[in-house]
């Protein structure tokens, strides 16, 4: 099946500092990749919709500044966490839709990133 | 939008045993009804899914049923295992105005199913 390879897989950092987490479709092209972000024992929030060559859409609420998507490629799609506090520690979550057609609505997800800010 | 309820929040049984996870949606124009499970510390793993042309599907002992005029699906698993272990979180896709998806869901609360040997 389709492989989605998200790192790393957990990441301690400073408060201020800035975090990258990468999202990677191995064995497909991923038109669509989304971010999630889950809290312990949560089910997964939508954070962002990214497609490739164009500027992620943004859910309600959440910070486009503080998170920095990019979808560089049809096989990479990165989310930066800018000026991190602790209240951003979190499960970070990726998933890639494969094609092109609008009926193609399987998701596949990455292994996720737990980032804890100091 | 789109909101997905889930039931029950948690659900232990005996190995062998069946266990049942119901949600309920609430935008009849979803379409795509995926069942993803979710071992700690891991992300998702699609398991079954089902479109809103079908009532049942099945795969092994892994099921899921549809009914589109009660809004409502549901996730059967036959013979629970201890491998089965895990948080199942139910989704419905979301469409924007001009009725496209692009792949976007709304998810359940998730179910803690326990299967005790």
């Known amino acids: 099946g389709a492989v989605v390879s998200q790192h790393p897989s957990w990441v301690i950092c400073k408060s201020g500092t800035s975090v990258k987490i990468e999202c990677r479709s191995l064995?497909?092209?991923?038109?669509?990749m989304f971010w999630y972000r889950q809290f312990p024992k949560q089910s997964l929030m939508l954070m962002a919709t990214?497609?490739?060559?164009?500027?992620?859409?943004?859910e309600q609420g959440v910070e486009k500044d503080k998170f920095l998507i990019n979808h560089a490629s049809l096989t990479l799609s990165t989310l930066t966490v800018t000026s991190a506090h602790p209240e951003d520690s979190s499960f970070y979550i990726c998933s890639a839709r494969a094609g092109w057609a609008t009926t193609n609505e399987k998701l596949f997800f990455g292994s996720g990133t737990q980032l804890s800010v100091l | 939008g789109e909101n997905v309820e889930q039931h029950p929040s948690t659900l232990s049984v005996q190995e062998g045993d069946s266990a049942v996870i119901k949600c309920t949606y609430s935008d009849s124009a979803s379409n795509y009804f995926p069942w993803y499970k979710q071992e700690l510390g891991k992300g998702p793993q699609l398991i079954i899914d089902i479109r809103s042309n079908v009532g049942e599907k099945k795969d092994q002992r892994i099921a899921v049923t549809l009914n589109k005029t009660a809004k409502h699906f549901s996730l059967h698993i036959t013979e629970t295992q201890p491998e089965d272990s895990a948080v199942y979180f139910c989704?419905?896709?979301?469409?924007?105005?001009?009725?496209?998806?692009?792949?976007?869901?709304?998810f359940g609360q998730g179910t803690i199913l326990t299967v005790h040997p």
């Open positions: 990214s497609n490739e060559g164009s500027k992620a859409t943004y």
């Open positions: 989704a419905a896709s979301i469409k924007d105005a001009g009725g496209t998806s692009y792949g976007k869901l709304t």
């Open positions: 064995d497909f092209q991923a038109t669509t």
